[in-house]
């Protein structure tokens, strides 16, 4: 081709706003949703629980789908082993340690402007859930741990609010929809009901187990059509089981939860130790060696606080989080005093740590 035949080519520049009938036509077409789910989505309020490999999925679904309104809980930040499969954060996110709940509402709103994301960077407890969830329509469990999950059982069961229950990990992958109580004229069993107990002993997490992406995206796939279904009014169709796959084997198995257990002592019995707060733990957090510090709440100046931890070692710090390294640990400190002290699992040493640059 000559030379002078190549030109260059001036980038199309819209004229308007992408209009929500470009945007959600092929989902308008499909006969679940139609033109009147579609609009029901746009009013719906979601809340998700977790922002990581299954969260970060789960969300982005969501957005794209058209889901008005979205309430992003997360406390933790992101890290470059997230990016193997935490779909919504990027090499810069991670360089900069970047809240995992902001990262998100940031992404959210380069492919969807229209959605509103509140991006809440916290851990979620008996003090803060019914602030954090008394507006969301629908409660998404995308957390990785337990004591979380029968938290959000115990206020949710309370509050008869529907919530989805979804896990991954290795090649594994599991959903459950909860339904209490006037969530649903056909209620379905709690988590309590199918497992009484938190499980004890050790127990399998990114770090020990490793985890595939293919794992995470089938949970968040099946939890957002699940969640597709409630919020534009056909709770009929929504699955009354507890679902599995190992999609390395390619065993799957299915517990029913179509009838909740009348001796349950969250939904039978309406007992809710959990949302009281009993014996409830630090945590040691999934896919690093690190333990959580979340009993001291007050307000941190991130400025005073590098002038004071400078001289000890290397401290960064933005808006949103404060991170001081002295080799063999790393703490990071949020906006209202919560911790993450990497390089430990001993929460007597965590504690320790924090007393002594942070305060007690």
């Not at 400078?310 to 401290?315: A, E, I, L, M, W």
């Not at 063999?328 to 740590?353: E, K, M, N, W, Y």
Request: aromatic fraction near 6%; charged fraction near 20%.
């Amino acid at each position: 081709m000559p030379e002078s035949s190549l030109q260059p080519v001036a980038p199309l520049i819209p004229s308007t706003a992408i209009s929500n009938e470009d945007r959600y036509s092929r989902q308008i077409l499909f006969s679940g949703i139609g033109a009147s789910g579609q609009q029901k989505l746009a009013s719906a309020h979601v809340a998700i629980i977790g922002v990581g490999a299954t969260g970060a999925a789960t969300a982005s679904l969501l957005a794209r789908a058209g889901v008005g309104s979205l309430t992003l809980i997360d406390r933790d930040f992101v890290e470059p082993s997230n990016l193997q499969r935490q779909v919504l954060f990027d090499e810069a996110d991670a360089l900069e340690s970047l809240p995992k709940a902001e990262a998100a509402r940031r992404k959210i709103a380069l492919f969807n402007s229209g959605v509103v994301v509140h991006a809440r960077i916290a851990d979620l407890v008996p003090a803060n859930i019914a602030e954090l969830l008394g507006s969301a329509d629908l409660i998404l469990d995308a957390t990785d741990n337990f004591e979380t999950r029968y938290l959000i059982n115990d206020y949710a069961v309370q509050q008869s609010k529907p919530w989805v229950y979804a896990a991954a990990i290795g090649a594994y992958a599991a959903t459950m929809n909860i339904l209490p109580g006037s969530a649903s004229p056909d209620p379905t069993a709690c988590l309590a009901c199918i497992f009484p107990k938190p499980p004890t002993g050790p127990v399998e997490t990114c770090d020990t187990s490793g985890i595939l992406a293919t794992a995470v995206n089938l949970a968040a796939s099946i939890q957002v059509t699940e969640a597709l279904k409630f919020l534009t009014g056909q709770s009929n169709l929504m699955r009354r089981s507890l679902l599995s796959f190992d999609l390395w084997t390619n065993e799957r198995s299915e517990i029913s939860t179509r009838q909740p257990n009348p001796d349950c002592i969250v939904c039978g019995q309406r007992v809710f130790s959990h949302l009281a707060g009993e014996g409830r733990p630090h945590i040691t957090l999934c896919g690093r060696n690190s333990v959580q510090i979340h009993e001291h709440h007050r307000p941190v100046d991130f400025a005073a606080m590098r002038d004071r931890l400078s001289p000890h070692g290397q401290v960064r710090f933005n808006n949103l989080l404060l991170r001081f390294e002295r080799a063999p640990h790393t703490l990071t400190l949020f906006a209202d005093g919560r911790a993450i002290i990497q390089g430990t699992t001993d929460v007597t040493l965590a504690r320790s740590l924090y007393a002594r640059f942070i305060g007690s």
